[in-house]
């Protein structure tokens, strides 16, 4: 049986340097190793030619055990992207339900992380029939999303509603489950890191603004700079990694700063503040906050690696409205009755503009425009960033 042992990384604020691994996930990807995946290659569902459920069951008990007592060892995922023309409903609950209780009998401390059908992308089977197990409060459920999890529809439809039409099918493939308690776990996302790709940026946008906004777990696809070997080629690139191929450099260091906020919880338990609204801008993956001392004004964080500069004066001329099909753009009417979004120029200014790329037009690029309002009751990591919030009232009539 393959694993993969996947790791979490923590950037370094500021340099960006890779830091000390936090934890480790094991993933049971294939049962002939190889490649992964495709749906003929006989790895992709219970029955399949190299997928016997007894033996798959009883290497997770295996491993289970062997990583017992391992205290960076935080979870399993029991099978990745499940999928073929074998994949059905009622296997999958039989299946994973005994796989779930070997992982939990060999190790009672080990996370559990539930994959989907159809390459780990749909979880919508659970909306109507929920698991059952016989432990409760480390059951994870993961999901998958790429770009191309929706084919070339970035590229060819308006971003804005294409990014609303994405979103719902996240919400009923597995967004639901944050609502019935469950934590959701987006265990691969990722661009080609050398950027230019259409269907990647629009893509990116819309994931971190939903992923930021509903403060979920995620991991990136990948680390990797190069492969000694992939599909028998020596050293081939993983442009898809964070690292270049001398396995030193980063890849792309803009990338780093677009997940530069979503490495902090924002939401949940542990150390609390009073609330307050964190305005994230996903395409430069800087942010601000509002202020209700000058209603006139959006009051910027100036923390290096997270404020935005302010380039004039932006005027509370009406509430400020969340608009368009991706709920993203944050536009105002003026006493001349002309529409307005939040917008940030080249120069990573904030300032005011007529709003862009609302709908229809698929040629037009509305990112800079792009914001989400996160409602958040956790401190940041940074001491410097969380002192000004303390000077931040904690809501704002302006959103």
């Keep these: 049986m393959s694993i993969m042992i996947s790791t979490l990384f923590i950037f370094a604020d500021g340099g960006y340097k890779i830091g000390k691994a936090q934890c480790d996930g094991l993933d049971n990807h294939l049962t002939k190793p190889g490649w992964c995946c495709a749906n003929n290659d006989g790895n992709g ?17 295996k491993m289970a055990a062997t990583f017992n007592g391992v205290s960076n060892v935080v979870g399993m995922s029991l099978r990745n992207e499940l999928r073929g023309t074998k994949q059905n409903v009622n296997d999958w609950f ?19 992380i539930m994959s989907g059908l159809s390459f780990d992308t749909d979880l919508s089977f659970l909306m109507p029939r929920p698991v059952h197990l016989s432990f409760t409060g480390k059951l994870v459920f993961e999901l998958h999303w790429y770009s191309f999890s929706d084919g070339n529809s970035w590229s060819t439809n308006n971003s804005n509603d294409n990014c609303g039409q994405v979103l719902n099918r996240i919400r009923n493939n597995g967004g639901f489950l944050l609502n019935q308690g469950f934590p959701l776990f987006l265990s ?6 050398r950027g230019g790709n259409v269907n990647d940026d629009r893509y990116f946008g819309c994931l971190t603004g939903w992923a930021a ?39 792309n260091s803009s990338f780093l700063q677009k997940i530069y906020l979503l490495q902090s919880t924002l939401q949940g338990p542990g150390p609390r503040t009073d609330a307050y609204n964190l305005v994230f801008h996903p395409l430069t993956g800087l942010c601000l906050v509002c202020s209700l001392k000058d209603t006139a004004m959006l009051t910027l964080v100036t923390d290096q690696k997270i404020g935005l500069p302010c380039l ?22 003026t006493s001349k009755n002309n529409s307005l979004c939040l917008d940030v120029d080249a120069t990573n200014n904030i300032l005011a503009n007529p709003c862009k790329c609302l709908s229809k037009d698929s040629s037009c690029q509305p990112m800079s425009q792009w914001f989400k309002i996160i409602n958040a009751t956790r401190p940041l990591e940074s001491s410097k960033l969380y002192k000004q919030l303390e000077n931040l009232s904690p809501r704002s009539d302006m959103l």
């Design 94 to 112: 039989k299946y994973m339900q005994q796989g779930a209780e070997a992982v939990h009998s060999a190790n009672k401390n080990v996370l559990v």
């Design 213 to 251: 906004k509903n403060d979920v777990d995620w991991s990136l696809w990948a680390l990797t700079g190069t492969y000694y070997l992939r599909l028998g080629v020596v050293g081939l690139n993983e442009y898809y990694g964070v690292l270049d191929s001398d396995w030193i450099s980063v890849r």
């Design 188 to 193: 691969e996302i990722g661009i080609d890191e």
């Design 312 to 333: 004039g004066r932006v005027v509370r001329e009406s509430r400020w409205q969340t608009i368009s099909a991706s709920r993203m753009h944050l536009a105002l009417t």
């Design 45 to 61: 569902f219970f029955g399949d030619k190299f997928f016997d459920p007894t033996v798959w069951t009883a290497a997770l008990s």
